[in-house]
Nanobody, 125 residues
Framework: QVTLVESGGGVVQAGDSLRLSCANS????????MGWFRQVPGKERDFVAS????????YYADSVKGRFTISRDNARNTVYLQMNSLKPEDTAVYYC??????????????????WGQGTQVTVSS
């Protein structure tokens, strides 16, 4: 069983930085892409960033472009999300996701097969 484990969430002030990590601690599999989504209570899970293992082109939501950076460690099957200049509106539960299937787009939750349990990020003003 694939088990994605996120870490790095916390409570910070506006303008601070956080780095989220996501590692697969379960069955090894060849992921085609990994990504990050976020969700606040009562709303849908929103795309934040994703990166394909082949090519490595990152994709970002417009709301985080220029502030967040997704990166990967292929050998460890791990993905990171560096979040800078955090804003109160970035407050959410952040979920890591992975898929073993190739796709033309990795910006929707339906493109991913495996999910982590989520890590809370709270940004105070």
């Amino acid at each position: 069983q694939v088990t994605l484990v996120e870490s790095g969430g916390g409570v910070v002030q506006a303008g601070d930085s956080l780095r989220l990590s996501c590692a697969n601690s379960g069955r090894t599999f060849s992921s085609a892409a990994m990504g990050w989504f976020r969700q606040v209570p009562g709303k849908e899970r929103d795309f934040v960033a994703s990166v394909a293992w082949q090519g490595g082109v990152p994709y970002y939501a417009d709301s985080v472009k220029g502030r967040f950076t997704i990166s990967r460690d292929n050998a460890r099957n791990t993905v990171y999300l560096q979040m800078n200049s955090l804003k109160p509106e970035d407050t959410a539960v952040y979920y890591c996701a992975a898929t073993q299937y190739h796709s033309s787009s990795y910006t929707k939750p339906t493109a991913f097969d495996y999910w982590g349990q989520g890590t809370q990020v709270t940004v105070s003003s």
